[in-house]
């Protein structure tokens, strides 16, 4: 994973962020829905980016979405996608 496919994926998420009026900056290690930042709409929209901007195919029934809570386990679901 390149580091403009890194931009882009935080990017989304501090787009996310402002739409729901939070501070956009956040640390890669930063639970982002456990915490409450972004809720279940949000993943949403991080899920159909990710599968837009970047081929994942999240069709599989058993996907957990924890795997997307915070750009650390982002960065690793793409790198185990692309590999």
Known sequence: MT????????ETIADLLAERGQGTEFRDDESLF???RLDSIAAVNVLLALETEFGVDLSDPDF???????????KALLGATTS
């Not at 957990?64 to 982002?74: C, G, K, T």
């Open 3 to 10: 580091s403009m496919n890194i931009q882009s994926v935080r």
């Open 34 to 36: 456990d915490s409450g």
């Open 64 to 74: 957990d979405v924890s795997r997307i809570d915070s750009l650390d386990e982002i």
